[in-house]
């Protein structure tokens, strides 16, 4: 453990050397929640007494992120995502435990915080919709007091990233919707933050613009070492961008470690597809493995990946193929599987 002084804040910022960048301890985001019965009678009820309820929105989690790391935080609708983001930057006021941002406490909300975090949200924007985004751009700024210099290398660079250099003047109600996520993404990293938090980011967007920006994202992570928690619903985000994942259901953690490791321990299974030459009797091909589908010439096959060099091999000497190909599982299924073994 090494002990350091940060000049700037003033602060003492204890961290583990391999710098620890996030600490999540025993989190925990409860909401009061106003019922009311429904209809008139119910209305007078809450008048005269109100019922709340409590969300375990959050529910003790606890996680740590290094320097430079890109995590994929992913779970079904309400799973608490969102609220987590929330709380690491800030926005949440924790109902239990413990969180530390860059040796920060988050809910402080200091100056010297918020200049090295940006919270990204791709449903929600910052832009001012009248005017041209290089204006909000300028507003931004001067609210994390920018230097002019680094204002200008910052904003070209990051406009030459995107490749947005010819929108920056049009009015924002003018844009696409990929345009202006661009633009929400320049205004959001325009004061150069080390910890991003993008909750998703490429929500709503074509498959185009999605891999554009994932491009950017990868980019963005390793160019600044900055470190990124990233939220989506796109598989194909996660899969592209993130090498370890933390996965969240009913606000607790069911899942955090390697990508990879996650595929071999819930789907330790791969799918050989093969396009025989001659007709195949079908029961020839039960003992293979299990038959996803069969519709002559083609096969589908499920097997452990640990059988699939043994079982191609058998194959290939057996029948006449062809066309043979081994695919690794879909990653949806595979955190489908995570949810149904943990239920
Ligand atoms: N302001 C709020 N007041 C009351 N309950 C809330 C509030 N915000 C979120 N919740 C509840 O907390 C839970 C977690 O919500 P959260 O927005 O964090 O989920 P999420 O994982 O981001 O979901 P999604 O994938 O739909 O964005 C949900 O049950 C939601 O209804
Ligand atoms: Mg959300």
Redesign the pocket.
């Known amino acids: 453990m090494e002990i350091r002084s940060s000049p700037e804040s003033g602060e003492l910022l204890f961290g583990i050397i391999g710098r620890m960048v996030v600490s999540v301890s025993h989190l925990s985001?409860y909401?009061?929640?106003h019922q009311k019965e429904p209809g008139f009678i119910g209305s007078l009820k809450s008048l005269l007494a109100r019922h709340y309820e409590t969300?375990?929105?959050?529910d003790d989690i606890s996680f740590e992120i290094s320097e430079g790391e890109l995590v994929g935080f992913i779970?079904?609708?309400?799973?608490?995502?969102?609220?987590?983001?929330?709380c690491l930057s800030g926005l949440l006021y924790p109902t239990n435990g413990r969180i530390s941002v860059l040796g920060f406490t988050p809910f402080q909300r200091k100056k010297e915080f918020l200049k090295k975090i940006a919270l990204v949200m791709g449903?929600k924007n910052q832009l001012w919709w009248d005017l041209p985004a290089v204006d909000t751009f300028a507003l931004n700024k001067e609210i994390y007091e920018v230097p002019q210099k680094q204002f200008d290398q910052t904003l070209f660079e990051l406009a030459r990233l995107l490749d947005v250099k010819d929108l920056l003047n049009v009015a924002v109600r003018k844009l696409s919707l990929g345009q202006r996520m661009k633009m929400e993404l320049i205004a959001a990293l325009i004061h150069s933050p080390k910890v991003l938090f993008l909750?998703?980011p490429t929500i709503g967007l074509d498959v185009v613009m999605q891999q554009k920006l994932r491009e950017f994202i990868k980019e963005y992570n390793s160019r600044y070492k900055a470190t990124i928690i990233l939220?989506s619903?796109y598989m194909g985000d996660v899969e592209a961008l993130c090498k370890r994942v933390i996965i969240?259901n009913s606000?607790r953690i069911l899942y955090d470690g390697l990508l990879l490791e996650l595929v071999k321990k819930y789907a330790p299974y791969k799918t050989i597809t093969v396009v025989f030459r001659d007709y195949v009797d079908p029961k020839k091909l039960a003992d293979f493995g299990e038959i996803k589908n069969f519709d002559h010439p083609k096969l589908e096959l499920r097997v452990s990946s640990k059988q699939v060099g043994k079982i191609t091999s058998e194959i290939l000497e057996q029948f006449e193929i062809e066309d043979l190909t081994i695919e690794e599982p879909e990653i949806e299924d595979v955190i489908r599987e995570v949810f149904s073994k943990k239920e």
């Open positions: 985001k909401y009061q929640v969300v375990k929105a959050i779970g079904p609708n309400g799973a608490g995502k969102t609220t987590t983001l929330k449903q909750d998703e939220t619903h969240i606000g």
